[in-house]
Protein backbone atom coordinates (compact mmCIF):
# COMPACT_ATOMS: atom_id res chain seq x y z
CA UNK A 1 0.00 0.00 0.00
CA UNK A 2 0.79 3.46 -0.81
CA UNK A 3 1.81 5.90 1.97
CA UNK A 4 3.80 8.45 3.77
CA UNK A 5 6.34 7.09 6.21
CA UNK A 6 7.83 9.28 9.04
CA UNK A 7 10.14 8.53 11.36
CA UNK A 8 11.02 8.87 13.94
CA UNK A 9 8.03 9.05 16.05
CA UNK A 10 9.66 10.29 18.99
CA UNK A 11 12.75 12.01 19.40
CA UNK A 12 14.49 13.86 21.89
CA UNK A 13 17.11 16.75 21.11
CA UNK A 14 19.75 18.20 23.66
CA UNK A 15 19.93 22.31 23.73
CA UNK A 16 22.31 23.40 20.59
CA UNK A 17 22.02 20.06 18.83
CA UNK A 18 20.47 19.93 15.12
CA UNK A 19 18.04 16.88 14.71
CA UNK A 20 16.63 16.15 11.40
CA UNK A 21 13.33 14.36 10.68
CA UNK A 22 12.54 12.21 8.21
CA UNK A 23 9.61 11.98 6.17
CA UNK A 24 9.15 9.22 2.86
CA UNK A 25 6.81 8.75 0.55
CA UNK A 26 5.71 6.05 -2.48
CA UNK A 27 2.91 7.85 -3.92
CA UNK A 28 4.74 9.11 -6.44
CA UNK A 29 3.21 13.05 -5.58
CA UNK A 30 4.97 15.51 -6.86
CA UNK A 31 4.81 18.08 -3.49
CA UNK A 32 5.85 17.65 -0.36
CA UNK A 33 4.79 19.79 2.95
CA UNK A 34 6.38 19.97 6.68
CA UNK A 35 3.33 21.22 9.49
CA UNK A 36 4.22 22.07 13.12
CA UNK A 37 1.17 21.33 15.50
CA UNK A 38 0.76 22.52 19.05
CA UNK A 39 -2.05 22.80 21.35
CA UNK A 40 -4.61 25.33 19.96
CA UNK A 41 -2.97 26.65 17.14
CA UNK A 42 -3.94 23.86 14.38
CA UNK A 43 -1.25 23.04 11.87
CA UNK A 44 1.44 25.54 10.83
CA UNK A 45 3.07 24.90 7.63
CA UNK A 46 7.10 25.15 8.19
CA UNK A 47 8.26 24.83 4.38
CA UNK A 48 7.07 23.03 1.06
CA UNK A 49 8.61 21.80 -2.13
CA UNK A 50 6.79 21.05 -5.47
CA UNK A 51 9.43 19.42 -7.30
CA UNK A 52 13.33 17.73 -6.72
CA UNK A 53 15.37 20.78 -5.87
CA UNK A 54 13.46 23.18 -5.27
CA UNK A 55 11.28 24.21 -2.56
CA UNK A 56 10.10 27.44 -0.27
CA UNK A 57 9.68 29.08 3.21
CA UNK A 58 6.37 28.37 4.48
CA UNK A 59 4.75 30.66 7.69
CA UNK A 60 7.09 29.84 10.04
CA UNK A 61 10.46 28.51 8.80
CA UNK A 62 13.29 30.40 10.99
CA UNK A 63 15.24 27.61 13.00
CA UNK A 64 13.95 25.33 10.30
CA UNK A 65 16.35 23.37 6.84
CA UNK A 66 14.62 20.85 4.63
CA UNK A 67 16.63 19.39 1.28
CA UNK A 68 14.75 17.68 -1.72
CA UNK A 69 17.01 15.56 -3.49
CA UNK A 70 14.61 12.87 -4.23
CA UNK A 71 11.13 12.59 -5.20
CA UNK A 72 10.52 10.39 -2.46
CA UNK A 73 12.06 12.36 0.40
CA UNK A 74 11.51 15.18 2.45
CA UNK A 75 13.67 15.51 5.30
CA UNK A 76 13.32 18.31 7.63
CA UNK A 77 15.86 19.42 10.09
CA UNK A 78 15.46 21.39 13.27
CA UNK A 79 18.48 23.35 13.75
CA UNK A 80 19.89 24.81 17.13
CA UNK A 81 18.38 27.93 15.98
CA UNK A 82 14.89 27.03 16.72
CA UNK A 83 14.18 27.94 20.24
CA UNK A 84 10.91 26.56 21.14
CA UNK A 85 10.95 22.88 19.12
CA UNK A 86 8.94 21.30 21.57
CA UNK A 87 5.69 20.20 19.36
CA UNK A 88 4.63 17.53 16.78
CA UNK A 89 5.55 17.66 13.34
CA UNK A 90 3.35 16.19 10.52
CA UNK A 91 4.91 15.65 7.08
CA UNK A 92 1.95 15.88 4.05
CA UNK A 93 2.04 15.11 0.16
CA UNK A 94 0.06 15.78 -2.26
CA UNK A 95 -0.21 15.95 -6.23
CA UNK A 96 -0.16 18.94 -7.95
CA UNK A 97 -3.38 19.59 -10.27
CA UNK A 98 -3.54 16.26 -11.75
CA UNK A 99 -6.51 15.67 -9.94
CA UNK A 100 -7.20 19.03 -8.29
CA UNK A 101 -10.06 17.57 -5.54
CA UNK A 102 -7.60 15.51 -3.74
CA UNK A 103 -6.55 16.16 -0.73
CA UNK A 104 -3.27 15.98 1.02
CA UNK A 105 -1.93 13.00 2.96
CA UNK A 106 -0.25 13.05 5.99
CA UNK A 107 1.70 10.80 7.81
CA UNK A 108 1.63 9.66 11.49
CA UNK A 109 4.06 12.40 12.52
CA UNK A 110 7.27 12.85 15.17
CA UNK A 111 6.78 14.18 18.42
CA UNK A 112 10.13 16.27 19.56
CA UNK A 113 10.71 17.07 23.01
CA UNK A 114 13.86 19.18 24.49
CA UNK A 115 15.85 17.17 27.13
CA UNK B 1 -4.95 36.96 2.95
CA UNK B 2 -6.59 33.34 2.80
CA UNK B 3 -8.13 32.28 5.92
CA UNK B 4 -10.23 29.30 7.73
CA UNK B 5 -12.19 29.69 11.18
CA UNK B 6 -13.44 27.51 13.57
CA UNK B 7 -15.07 29.36 16.22
CA UNK B 8 -16.32 26.30 18.86
CA UNK B 9 -12.77 24.93 20.69
CA UNK B 10 -14.69 22.02 22.15
CA UNK B 11 -17.88 20.47 21.14
CA UNK B 12 -20.16 17.71 23.10
CA UNK B 13 -22.21 15.05 22.10
CA UNK B 14 -24.29 12.68 23.27
CA UNK B 15 -23.82 9.07 21.95
CA UNK B 16 -26.08 8.44 18.91
CA UNK B 17 -27.03 11.90 18.46
CA UNK B 18 -26.33 14.37 15.74
CA UNK B 19 -23.66 17.50 16.05
CA UNK B 20 -22.78 20.19 13.97
CA UNK B 21 -18.86 21.60 13.55
CA UNK B 22 -18.83 24.77 12.20
CA UNK B 23 -16.37 26.12 9.55
CA UNK B 24 -16.09 29.71 7.66
CA UNK B 25 -13.54 30.57 5.46
CA UNK B 26 -12.38 33.65 3.06
CA UNK B 27 -10.87 33.21 -0.28
CA UNK B 28 -10.87 35.56 -3.12
CA UNK B 29 -9.90 32.45 -5.35
CA UNK B 30 -13.12 31.42 -7.84
CA UNK B 31 -12.00 27.43 -7.59
CA UNK B 32 -11.42 25.80 -4.63
CA UNK B 33 -11.70 22.79 -2.84
CA UNK B 34 -13.32 22.18 1.23
CA UNK B 35 -11.75 19.00 3.35
CA UNK B 36 -13.24 18.12 6.88
CA UNK B 37 -9.91 15.93 8.63
CA UNK B 38 -10.46 14.09 12.18
CA UNK B 39 -7.05 13.82 14.21
CA UNK B 40 -7.70 10.73 16.90
CA UNK B 41 -5.76 10.71 19.87
CA UNK B 42 -3.43 8.53 17.86
CA UNK B 43 -2.93 12.00 16.04
CA UNK B 44 -3.53 10.03 12.38
CA UNK B 45 -5.02 12.80 9.89
CA UNK B 46 -7.61 11.22 8.14
CA UNK B 47 -10.05 12.57 5.51
CA UNK B 48 -13.70 12.69 6.43
CA UNK B 49 -15.45 14.53 3.77
CA UNK B 50 -14.38 16.73 1.04
CA UNK B 51 -16.31 19.16 -1.43
CA UNK B 52 -15.59 21.26 -4.60
CA UNK B 53 -16.56 24.53 -4.47
CA UNK B 54 -17.96 24.24 -7.99
CA UNK B 55 -20.66 21.45 -7.11
CA UNK B 56 -23.39 22.70 -5.13
CA UNK B 57 -24.74 19.19 -4.21
CA UNK B 58 -23.09 19.25 -0.45
CA UNK B 59 -21.05 15.93 -0.38
CA UNK B 60 -21.85 13.30 2.26
CA UNK B 61 -19.93 10.19 3.69
CA UNK B 62 -22.32 7.56 5.24
CA UNK B 63 -22.84 9.80 8.79
CA UNK B 64 -20.56 12.34 7.72
CA UNK B 65 -22.37 15.25 5.44
CA UNK B 66 -21.75 19.10 4.98
CA UNK B 67 -23.52 22.15 4.89
CA UNK B 68 -21.95 24.60 1.99
CA UNK B 69 -23.23 27.89 1.77
CA UNK B 70 -20.91 29.41 -0.59
CA UNK B 71 -22.78 33.05 -0.35
CA UNK B 72 -21.75 33.18 3.34
CA UNK B 73 -18.18 31.20 2.70
CA UNK B 74 -19.88 28.77 5.82
CA UNK B 75 -18.46 24.84 5.74
CA UNK B 76 -19.82 22.76 8.26
CA UNK B 77 -19.22 19.49 8.99
CA UNK B 78 -22.81 17.25 10.39
CA UNK B 79 -21.90 13.56 12.30
CA UNK B 80 -24.77 11.64 12.51
CA UNK B 81 -25.55 8.58 15.18
CA UNK B 82 -22.46 9.58 16.84
CA UNK B 83 -20.21 7.01 17.62
CA UNK B 84 -17.47 6.77 20.40
CA UNK B 85 -14.99 6.38 17.87
CA UNK B 86 -16.04 9.98 16.56
CA UNK B 87 -14.32 11.32 19.46
CA UNK B 88 -11.30 12.81 17.85
CA UNK B 89 -10.01 16.97 16.32
CA UNK B 90 -11.63 18.25 13.60
CA UNK B 91 -10.41 20.24 11.60
CA UNK B 92 -11.60 22.18 8.50
CA UNK B 93 -8.70 23.26 5.49
CA UNK B 94 -9.32 24.80 1.74
CA UNK B 95 -7.03 24.43 -1.08
CA UNK B 96 -6.78 26.84 -3.55
CA UNK B 97 -4.81 27.58 -6.39
CA UNK B 98 -2.75 30.66 -5.49
CA UNK B 99 0.07 32.27 -7.75
CA UNK B 100 0.83 29.18 -9.70
CA UNK B 101 0.73 26.34 -6.46
CA UNK B 102 -1.93 24.73 -4.55
CA UNK B 103 -1.97 26.26 -0.95
CA UNK B 104 -4.07 24.64 2.04
CA UNK B 105 -5.55 26.29 4.93
CA UNK B 106 -6.23 24.58 8.04
CA UNK B 107 -8.35 26.11 10.71
CA UNK B 108 -7.12 25.52 14.45
CA UNK B 109 -9.66 22.51 14.98
CA UNK B 110 -12.58 21.44 17.05
CA UNK B 111 -12.32 18.42 19.64
CA UNK B 112 -15.37 16.39 19.86
CA UNK B 113 -16.51 14.74 22.53
CA UNK B 114 -18.73 12.13 22.32
CA UNK B 115 -20.82 10.96 25.89
CA UNK B 116 -21.77 7.55 26.74
Known amino acids: DGGITQSPKYLFRKEGQNVTLSCEQN?????MYWYRQDPGQGLRLIYY???????QKGDIAEGYSVSREKKESFPLTVTSAQKNPTAFYLCASSTQGQIPNQPQHFGDGTRLSIL | AQTVTQSQPEMSVQEAETVTLSCTYDTSESDYYLFWYKQPPSRQMILVIRQEAYKQQNATENRFSVNFQKAAKSFSLKISDSQLGDAAMYFCASKTFTSGTYKYIFGTGTRLKVLA
Open chain 1, 49 to 55: SQIVNDF
Open chain 1, 27 to 31: LNHDA
